[in-house]
């Protein structure tokens, strides 16, 4: 059982450079999460998506876009990368009348 | 608005040490609150969960936490630490209109030897 699943695990980008985080999911849960975590700052929400077709902003959606592809997929894009988004970045999902989080590996991002 | 605190940012414990983790949150309705353990290079993992009933919690790998309603508090405790307990531990607050959870700043523990 795969659970959530994050590509890539590491990336290096360059300041202005764009990429996008995939995440996927194999629960069928209906909601997703995009938080990212700093030193000393715990986990930050980014986006998430309560259902499939909608999104919404967390506390820090600012450089950042996602896409809800289909229910098992929840995409973080960075258009234009700033060292300020040099963080680790994790996806999670949830399943409806649950209220727990399952998270997904994390994915190491440093931009230089 | 709602927010969760966690008192202690570093912890270093011997083994066999008892631990009791700090975390108040602000929110005026009914809560649901979590532990969520880090291991090291691991992804968070949940250790317990409170939604309602007996305010005392039993989770994973022999962790309680205690939900106090009067002083807006979930600590989590554990009677004898191990070495393997050493990772970074979140409080986790969902009020009850919210989708995602809250997290506090997180807590390392290093327990040595």
């Known amino acids: 059982n795969a659970g959530v699943t994050q590509t890539p695990k590491f990336q290096v980008l360059k300041t202005g450079q764009s990429m996008t985080l995939q995440c996927a999911q194999d629960?069928?849960?209906?909601?997703m999460y995009w938080y990212r975590q700093d030193p000393g700052m715990g986990l930050r929400l980014i986006y998430y998506?309560?259902?499939?077709?909608?999104?919404d902003k967390g506390e820090v959606p600012n450089g950042y876009n996602v896409s809800r592809l289909n229910k098992r997929e929840f995409s973080l894009r960075l258009e234009s990368a700033a060292p300020s988004q040099t963080s680790v970045y994790f996806c999670?999902?949830?399943?409806?009348?649950?209220?727990?989080?399952?998270f997904g590996e994390g994915s190491r991002l440093t931009v230089l | 608005a709602q927010s969760v605190s966690q008192h202690n940012h570093h912890v270093i414990l011997s083994e066999a040490a008892s631990l009791e983790l700090g975390c108040n949150y602000s929110?005026?309705?009914?809560?649901?609150l979590f532990w969520y353990v880090q291991y090291p290079g691991q992804h968070l993992q949940l250790l317990l969960k409170?939604?309602?009933?007996?305010?005392l919690v039993k989770g994973i790998k022999g962790f309680e936490a205690e939900f106090i309603k009067s002083k807006f508090s979930f600590n989590l405790r554990k009677p004898s630490v191990q070495w393997s307990d050493t990772a970074e531990y979140f409080c986790?607050?969902?009020?009850?209109?919210?989708?995602?959870?809250?997290f506090g700043k997180g807590t390392s523990l290093l327990v040595t030897p």
């Open positions: 929110y005026g309705g009914t809560v649901n």
């Open positions: 629960m069928n849960h209906n909601s």
């Open positions: 999670a999902s949830r399943n409806r009348g649950e209220r727990e989080l399952f």
């Open positions: 409170y939604f309602s009933g007996d305010p």
């Open positions: 998506s309560a259902s499939e077709g909608t999104t």
């Open positions: 986790a607050l969902r009020g009850n209109s919210g989708y995602a959870l809250n």
